[in-house]
């Protein structure tokens, strides 16, 4: 998602975005017949390009996550680091089916325009 595409040409003229959000990733198909059919995680990760796509990215990730187990965003985290990315562990957060304050929080004061 964070990747530009196209020629070098179409690059230049692509802007990065103002942020992005990661709510409980992966980045394997964890097993899963149906997720490893879509063969979106057959390809590999440009995480330089990605950590380029975007003026800032933050990652949550709760630990008691029974869909995504967290290791998988410690990875990701582990590819992303550097000082337009932050990582966010939530102890005794599960998969994150609603919004909750810290995600409010962080569009508020790191990604409102203006």
């Known amino acids: 998602l ?52 975007a003026e800032k990215i933050v990652c949550f990730h709760g630990t008691d996550d029974h869909l995504i187990p967290v290791e998988e965003a410690r990875y990701i985290a582990s590819k992303l680091e550097g000082d337009n990315f932050e990582y966010r562990e939530m102890d005794e957060m599960s998969h994150f089916f609603y919004p909750w304050n810290e995600l409010l929080q962080v569009i508020d004061s790191k990604f409102s325009i203006g």
């Not at 198909?29 to 063969?39: A, M, Q, T, V």
Request: hydrophobic fraction near 30%.
């Open 2 to 53: 964070l990747e530009k595409r196209g020629s070098k040409k179409e690059q230049e003229k692509s802007c990065s975005m103002k942020g992005v959000i990661l709510v409980a990733a992966a980045y394997t198909d964890l097993g899963d017949e149906g997720e490893r059919r879509s063969e979106y995680f057959n390809r590999p990760w440009h995480w330089e390009a990605m950590k380029k796509g």
